[in-house]
């Protein structure tokens, strides 16, 4: 391994991490204006212009705010779970493309931080290990209500990662590659959304329950569950969360734009790097939109949903993708 | 990587090793779920032991068969957690010596 | 180099993790110590180029059974303290029958291998797709097809039985 190559992972990673940790206060200022607008609001607009720094001040007070740890909580473990959202989250986004390969200096530069050739498969683990961080807070609390959020949300999670994984097979089955990059690649001529609309659907439903998002956030339902599983966390931990939540829905915006809609491509001379941004943002205000729309479902609702719905669903979607690609030849 | 740097008995020993933990845990604990993730661990042994020999031979069968074993360990703990749960509904306890009698 | 302080650093951490899963008193700890140690034998098992066992590894066991265990673990709230471990010679001798097969397992894996493959020297050459998703798909639907679909019943009367068990009444 040479210097070079350690420079260039070095500079990959920071500008991932950057970009997550700077993108997040970005998101939850639209989330914040885009609701207020839709709900005949105004939304932040004292701190900056436009309300921008709002986000910002919000993260200096969690900053200040004092660490409480509940009685009898679990010590170790009540340390432990947002350390563990959090990095789950960073993880996952380092399988995730952002554009085709550059040469810069005389070097092929991917953008992603790796290629590993079972990405897709790295993604759906870290996403499965991202579950603990959300049932862990609930039990080490030592309190109901976050107990109560944190056995709803593993239930929820466990179910909608299987209708989540098995929409994603139809893509391996076309492209022959677990490579985000490949199937990125594989994209430039046709968007897998659509021969893939209902994987596509499946997918992004199932998205919104991975990330524990209105109308699926069972899992901190303030009008049953107070808060659900961070009710006990405060300070620096209750800002953790928060920051793995919206980095969850970056990653997952990534990976639905990757596999479905096209990844970097676009028409027009607009660089892949700047199509791929665009993309995120509007698949952003999306996810926000959803929130904006639909009341929460009911607990069963949601698990029935899953598994009565979605789960034959996308296994129908993937038999009949199995029967189309064989006659094809 | 082209030389060996960690050989196969290296490998055999620490799957040696989780086993008879696995095994420590069966014979020693009380409690139902931790006898079952002692199992777990044994299942986990056998399987370093598979894919390390899988290596040394070249082979794959051995990745065929660590998948077979999660397979059935994902049968398994569906099945025991389910009597768990029933054994814990009527008798409000997980210590499998408390559960001695062949009825309901 | 590198690869034995990996190997040392994966097996350290399985090995203390695994005596914890065994000690600890609280069961949910037990659990969070068992995913510790699966997850460096998935470490190990991307150091024998079985990288689609090792994602299987964090998909199937880390991320699907052992939350199943995490979830049962708190819908039952076992947190009283019963007896850590079992009393009287009973385990005196657990310990006894352990030490017994770990022995045996030593000699096992230290005797000098027999067959025509031996188990000592050097690792046979690797093709290069050993341990890749791809070449794992066509040989499980090759030549091991037939206990593939087995499994699928055997999974599919493990999910029939658990449904039944798990129910709040047996009906009849």
């Known amino acids: 391994m040479d210097l070079a190559t350690i420079i260039e992972a070095v500079v990959k990673v920071l500008i991932v991490l ?11 200022w639209m989330e914040r204006k885009v609701l207020g607008h839709m709900q005949d609001r105004i939304g932040p ?8 720094l709002q986000t910002i001040a919000d993260g200096m007070k969690l900053f200040f705010k004092e660490d409480m740890l509940p009685a009898q909580a679990d010590k170790v473990v009540f340390f432990l779970a947002p350390g563990l959202s959090i990095v789950t989250a960073l993880v996952a986004a380092t399988v995730v493309p952002w554009g085709d390969t550059v040469t810069l200096f005389g070097r092929e530069i991917g ?14 683990g870290t996403t499965s290990m991202g579950v603990y961080g959300i049932v862990l807070g609930g039990w080490a609390s030592n309190s109901k209500y976050p107990l109560l959020g944190g056995l709803r949300s593993s239930a929820q999670m466990i179910s909608y990662e299987l209708a989540q994984g098995i929409s994603l ?3 391996v089955m076309i492209t022959g590659s677990l490579s985000l990059s490949q199937i990125g690649r594989a994209q430039e001529s046709m968007w897998f959304v659509v021969p893939q609309f209902f994987a596509f659907v499946i997918f992004v439903i199932c998205a919104v329950a991975e990330t524990n998002r209105a109308p699926f956030d069972l899992a901190e339902a303030e009008t049953e569950l107070v808060a659900g599983f961070h009710t006990e966390f405060s300070s620096m931990k209750f800002a953790l969360y928060f920051l793995s939540e919206y980095a969850n829905m970056m990653v997952v915006a990534g990976v639905a734009i990757t596999c479905f809609l096209g990844a970097w491509h676009g028409p027009g001379p607009i660089p892949g790097v700047l199509w791929f941004l665009i993309k995120l943002s509007l698949f952003l205000f999306f996810f926000i939109w959803l929130r904006a729309t639909f009341p929460r479902l009911r607990y069963d609702q949601l698990m029935g949903f899953g598994w009565k719905v979605l789960l034959p669903a996308s296994l129908l ?13 | 990587m082209s030389t060996i740097a960690v050989p196969l008995a290296a490998y055999q020993i620490l799957a040696g090793a989780l ?4 095994v420590v845990g069966v014979l020693v604990r009380r409690s139902a779920l931790i006898v079952f993730m002692s199992i777990e661990l044994m299942l986990n042994a056998v399987n370093l032991s598979f894919v390390a020999f899988s ?20 049968a398994e703990v569906a099945i025991g957690l389910a009597i768990l749960i029933a054994i814990f509904r009527k008798r409000e306890t997980a210590n499998v010596d408390d559960v001695h009698l062949l009825k309901g | 180099m590198t690869e034995i302080i990996l190997f040392s650093l994966f097996a350290l951490t399985a090995v203390t993790c695994a005596l914890g899963v065994v000690f600890h008193k609280n069961p949910v ?21 079985a990288q689609f066992i090792a994602a299987l590894q964090v998909i199937v066991y880390a991320g699907a059974i052992m939350v199943l265990f995490l979830f049962v673990l708190m819908l039952l709230n076992v947190r009283r303290h019963e007896d850590v471990l079992t009393p009287g010679a009973a385990k005196g001798f657990g310990f006894l029958f352990a030490l017994i097969v770990f022995v045996e397992l030593l000699w096992v894996a230290l005797s000098p291998g027999g067959g025509e493959q031996g188990s000592v020297g050097a690792p046979a050459a690797l093709p290069q797709e050993f341990g890749s998703p791809a070449a794992i798909g066509r040989i499980l639907y090759t030549t091991w097809l037939y206990p593939f679909e087995i499994t699928s019943i055997l999974l599919l009367v493990a999910v029939v039985g658990a449904v039944l068990l798990a129910r709040r009444k047996f009906v009849g």
């Open chain 3, 29 to 49: 700890h037990c659990a969070l110590l068992l995913v510790a140690v699966l997850l460096s034998l998935a470490g190990l098992f991307i150091m024998l180029h």
């Open chain 1, 18 to 28: 950057g970009f997550v940790l700077m993108g997040v206060p970005l998101i939850v």
């Open chain 2, 55 to 74: 290596r040394q031979h070249g082979s794959m069968d051995g990745h065929i068969f660590v998948f077979f074993v999660m397979a059935v360990a994902a």
């Open chain 1, 111 to 124: 953008l992603r931080i790796t290629d590993v050739n079972i990405a897709l498969l790295f993604l759906l």
């Open chain 1, 169 to 171: 097979v139809p893509i």
């Open chain 2, 19 to 22: 086993f008879t933990i696995g």
């Open chain 1, 317 to 329: 979607n993937m038999a009949v993708t199995a029967v189309v690609l064989v006659m094809k030849g």
């Open chain 1, 45 to 52: 607009e004292r701190v900056g212009p436009f309300g921008l």
